[in-house]
């Protein structure tokens, strides 16, 4: 299993972190409280995915929770929600937002594939955000997905404003916003906000490491590169990334793992066993 618990990672209260060769897994570990979010995880997280983004030759960064789901959203009793919150400036809520909003990006920001694997019934508000902000999600059938904020006459943070319409587009946003809905694994993976649906955890973990042997066998560079030339395509326009394709594949012409990798597959051709 690679390296595991590595000597350099500090052990935490209300997360787990693992190396396991290329794959980083990252765990949500709050299960008698339904992995919801509070200051401490938030803050650990920050520090975990300081630590996965400076690692060389990680591949992808795997996000899950511990127990029986992934993440019901924040913790009510904290001060996310303005619980035992003493500032009485009309800005402390904003100052708050702002200091937890900074996981959404070290997250959203990574170099690596980011995987999320959701298993429970609940993926809600700030958890939904966590996964949301991953490049990929891997549900079971059972997970729900939602935001409540209107229910509450707030508005929705942790990024989903701007990851979710990405995704699902502006009027779904606006239905899972303003109604609150609860939408089903099925009618998810038909919206995009879930890239598979498996049947339950045992088929998840399964999937889970069926990706990481798949994705901790590509090449670091190459695969980094791939994720940035992706990112930068949401943007630009078709000149702009076809130069960017170029100058991207020809610094990957170059490497070892290419080399390598071309002369395996070649060799499989003659072999005939592609």
């Not at 959203?108 to 508000?125: P, S």
Request: aromatic share 6%; with cysteine; net charge negative.
């Amino acid at each position: 299993m690679g390296d595991g618990m590595a000597q350099d990672v500090p052990q935490y209260q209300t997360i787990m972190l693992a190396f396991e060769g290329r794959i980083a897994r990252l765990t949500l570990n709050r299960p008698d409280r339904l992995n919801a979010l509070n200051p401490q995880m938030l803050d650990e997280l920050l520090d975990a995915l300081d630590r996965v983004r400076a690692r060389q030759g990680l591949n992808a960064l795997f996000l899950q929770g511990a127990g029986r789901l992934f993440s019901a959203g924040v913790d009510l009793d904290t001060p996310f929600f303005m619980e035992h919150v003493d500032d009485p400036s009309v800005f402390a809520g904003t100052r708050l937002l702002n200091g937890q909003h900074r996981v959404i990006t070290a997250l959203f920001e990574q170099e690596v594939v980011t995987i999320a694997a959701l298993n429970g019934h609940a993926c809600g508000g700030g958890g939904l955000g966590l996964a949301m902000a991953c490049d990929m999600r891997v549900s079971v059938r059972a997970a729900r997905f939602w935001m409540v904020p209107l229910m509450l006459d707030v508005i929705q943070d942790f990024g989903l404003s701007w990851l979710a319409q990405r995704v699902v587009g502006p009027s779904r946003a606006l239905q899972m916003a303003v109604l609150g809905q609860k939408v089903d694994a099925e009618t998810a993976l038909v919206w995009g906000l879930v890239n598979e649906v498996v049947d339950d955890p045992a088929a998840l973990t399964v999937r889970m490491d069926a990706l990481a042997a798949q994705i901790g066998g590509m090449g670091s560079d190459a695969l980094r590169m791939m994720k940035l030339v992706l990112k930068n395509g949401e943007r630009s326009d078709l000149r702009t990334q076809l130069g960017m394709e170029a100058v991207a594949n020809g610094l990957t012409f170059q490497s070892d793992e290419f080399k390598q990798k071309k002369a395996d597959y070649l060799s499989a051709l003659k072999e005939g066993r592609k």
